[in-house]
């Protein structure tokens, strides 16, 4: 069921889970889908040591292709005409806890 622009007011949010728990894997995975191979996401010591990060983060295309899968579930692809988006932080994946 789609929805009309009618159906959503200004400033109205969703939420939706698609990833339970981001782990450095699937980032590692979008990398060899995309060919983006950019240290940044892939490379915790390089991330850390060399670009002053506090780990490796997820690749914003990745962010936004799940977000955009956000919408499309909500209103429908046939009415998702534009899309963009605005990037204000990194997302990290979750980090393991420490053995016990």
């Given amino acids: 069921m789609s929805l009309s622009s009618q159906d959503i007011k200004v400033g109205e949010t ?4 698609l990833v ?18 950019n240290p940044l996401h892939t490379d915790e010591r390089f991330a850390v040591e060399a670009a002053g990060y506090p ?20 209103v429908g692809p046939e009415s998702l005409l534009r899309y963009g988006v605005r990037f204000k932080a990194q997302v990290s994946p979750e980090t393991p806890s420490p053995p016990r």
């Fill in 14 to 17: 969703r939420e939706s889970v």
């Fill in 20 to 37: 339970e728990d981001l782990k450095r894997t699937r980032i590692v995975q979008y990398a060899g889908a995309s060919g983006d191979f």
């Fill in 55 to 74: 780990g490796v983060f997820a690749h914003g295309m990745f962010s936004m292709g799940m977000t955009g899968r956000v919408l499309t579930d909500w």
